[in-house]
């Protein structure tokens, strides 16, 4: 029982492949798997202006803290932007963890809040619409949000923490309602065609799993406890995320095949859906697929 | 026996396990979606405990 490497006290067993490694091992081994995943998607580019998308929580604290370490060598700029939807107890937390780390390492960090661009808090949507999910209402605001603060900030890309855990749940949560063409905006660099109005999203952690950056974050001392959103428990994505949990124990790798999988049938995919004609909203002008965007579609239906 | 803290259900407990993996199967716990802290310290299923151990299991699913 020791790191394969160094022969030192193990952190972890890697899941995938039953290997032990040690604090040091593993975050080398961490950052390579992220770097590889940079470059071999080409997720940036020498000078980009990188807007990372922080919750305060393991993951996005996880990713800011690896690009601000690639800053100086790739010549980035480096943005840190928080959504406040608005969660008691939940995103007031995390919010300080945030705005702690963004102040120690000096990066800057911009707040936007549904309650300023949205008039309402997500508490306050939800107690108006006790029968509608939240992370159905919150998706759209959230994407919407981040894309246009994104844009606003002449940012190149936009990093967010998804893991390769998260990726897994998208996958089969769009197979199982026949929603492909969500499908084929997903992958380590998002979006099927290219839009001056929308920011391309990346995500280095795509094929770490979520307990290596849980693992990562920890070994960084990056948050005090991982929480979970409070409306969590209503999603569709719940139920999904403790399928594949355990068939992750029962099965190990599972959801690396599943994304493995997916990534070699993404072109197809997205050659498929390269057509989709992007209008802008007759409302408030945002880029959309269809007349109306689904911002203002559902605050039409829920404020 | 060792003394396990569930950190989410806020529930101490005392099982006779002589490793980690053993306490994962005694309380039903999934070691893919878990750390293992150990005088602030993560441990791997394999790692022999002694009855004065005492082990934090911290569920690592965050976010929404």
């Known amino acids: ?303 | 026996m060792p003394k396990i803290i569930l950190e989410k259900e806020g529930v101490i407990k005392q099982i006779v396990a002589s490793t980690l993996k053993e306490v994962y199967q005694k309380l039903k716990i999934n070691p893919t979606i878990v750390l293992a802290i150990k005088n602030n310290e993560l441990i791997i299923e394999s790692t022999k405990l002694k009855p004065k151990d005492e082990i934090k299991i911290i569920p690592v699913i965050s976010g929404g």
Do not use: W
């Open chain 1, 1 to 303: 029982m020791s790191c394969k490497f160094c022969k030192t006290k193990p952190v972890i067993t890697l899941t995938n492949s039953n290997i032990n490694l040690c604090k040091s091992c593993f975050i080398k081994y961490f950052e390579r798997k992220a770097l590889k995943t940079i470059r071999q998607y080409e997720l940036l580019k020498k000078g980009d202006h990188v807007v990372v998308a922080v919750s305060g929580g393991k993951d996005s604290l996880s990713v800011l803290n690896l690009l601000n370490k690639l800053k100086d060598k790739m010549k980035l700029t480096i943005t840190a932007l928080l959504i406040d939807e608005g969660i008691k107890n939940y995103r007031d937390k995390s919010i300080e963890d945030a705005k702690k780390f963004c102040k120690e390492k000096k990066i800057k960090l911009e707040i936007a809040s549904y309650k300023k661009n949205f008039g309402k808090t997500l508490d306050d949507m939800k107690k108006k619409n006790k029968n509608t999910i939240a992370c159905s209402m919150c998706g759209v605001f959230r994407r919407s949000l981040l894309n246009k603060k994104s844009r606003e900030l002449k940012a190149d890309k936009l990093a967010t923490g998804h893991n390769l855990d998260d990726e897994a749940q998208s996958i089969l949560m769009n197979q199982l309602r026949h929603n492909i063409a969500l499908s084929s905006r997903l992958g380590p660099i998002t979006g099927v065609k290219k839009d001056p109005r929308f920011i391309p999203r990346i995500k280095p952690f795509y094929f770490l799993t979520e307990k290596e950056v849980a693992t990562y974050a920890y070994l960084h001392n990056l948050v005090n406890d991982f929480n979970e959103c409070t409306y969590c428990e209503e999603s569709y994505r719940f139920e999904i995320r403790d399928i594949l949990n355990g068939m992750e124990q029962r099965h190990p790798g599972t959801k690396h095949a599943l994304v493995a999988s997916f990534i070699e049938i993404l072109p197809l995919l997205k050659n498929k859906f390269k057509d989709v004609e992007i209008k802008s909203c007759k409302n408030c002008g945002e880029p959309s697929s269809s007349e109306i965007c689904n911002v203002c579609q559902v605050i039409e239906k829920i404020l």
